[in-house]
């Protein structure tokens, strides 16, 4: 089975520093994009950032709410993508989820399985 | 930034109705949109992916349309289980967004 798991959420006080992960089974996680997206309580959702395959590099984008504080990374190894967060805000108060996206950079090409699969989330809470 | 507004942001009808929820992108995005239903405390769940193909599993009475700015999920005969909110993402370019949601509910 197909399934992604996210963990690490938890209560922390602004200003301090988190680490989510996301751990996938039943693919080949190496091939994919993962990406993190997240939801604040009661509110739409948010495309946090992402980060390609080694293949294309291992290349990250983030949005700009979170850009200089946030870094994705990943061990294919393991098959965990990683949310570092740093310098946590009450406004990242939210559910964190990752998703796998399959996607060809040199023909910007997305393939079936862009964004099918969602892990059940993971709660941060940011609060002093 | 894209920004999709997704029309309308709430919606009450009968099981049985057909419904039309629109997105338009203030861009054109080619078909790099997909469609997701979200149901309180869950993960979303992809219905639409390319803007008109169905996920494997996700009855047929859900049909996605457009390409380029203006995009439709429509629900041919609404069953019980499909009263959730509903988002569209564009994925063309960074940032990826969303509309800011439809959400469903029984009359």
């Known amino acids: 089975e197909v399934q992604l798991v996210e963990s690490g959420g938890g209560l922390v006080k602004p200003g301090r520093s988190l680490k989510l992960s996301c751990t996938g089974s039943?693919?080949?996680?190496?091939?994919?994009?993962m990406s993190w997206f997240r939801q604040a309580p009661g509110k739409g959702l948010e495309w946090v950032g992402f980060?390609?395959?080694?293949?294309?590099?291992?290349?990250?984008e983030y949005a700009a709410s979170v850009k200089g504080r946030f870094t994705i990374s990943r061990d294919d190894s393991e098959r965990i993508a990683y949310l570092q967060m740093n310098s946590l805000k009450t406004e990242d108060t939210g559910v964190y989820f990752c998703?796998?996206?399959?996607?060809?950079?040199?023909?910007?090409?997305?393939?079936?399985?862009?964004?099918?699969?969602w892990g059940q989330g993971t709660l941060v809470t940011v609060s002093s | 930034d894209i920004q999709m507004t997704q029309s309308p942001s709430s919606l009450s009808a009968f099981v049985g109705d057909r419904v039309t929820l629109t997105c338009r992108a203030s861009?054109?995005?080619?078909?790099?949109l997909g469609w997701f239903q979200q149901k309180p405390g869950k993960a979303p769940r992809r219905l639409i992916y390319a803007a008109s193909s169905l996920q494997s599993g996700v009855p047929s009475r859900f049909r996605g349309s457009g390409s380029g700015t203006e995009f439709t999920l429509t629900i041919s005969s609404l069953q019980p289980e499909d009263f959730a909110t509903y988002y569209c993402?564009?994925?063309?370019?960074?940032?990826?967004?969303f509309g800011q949601g439809t959400k469903l509910e029984i009359k």
């Open positions: 993402l564009q994925h063309n370019s960074y940032p990826y967004t």
């Open positions: 980060i390609s395959s080694k293949a294309y590099g291992g290349t990250t």
């Open positions: 039943g693919f080949t996680f190496g091939d994919y994009v």
């Open positions: 861009q054109g995005i080619r078909n790099d």
């Open positions: 998703t796998r996206v399959d996607y060809d950079f040199w023909s910007a090409y997305y393939g079936p399985d862009a964004f099918d699969i």
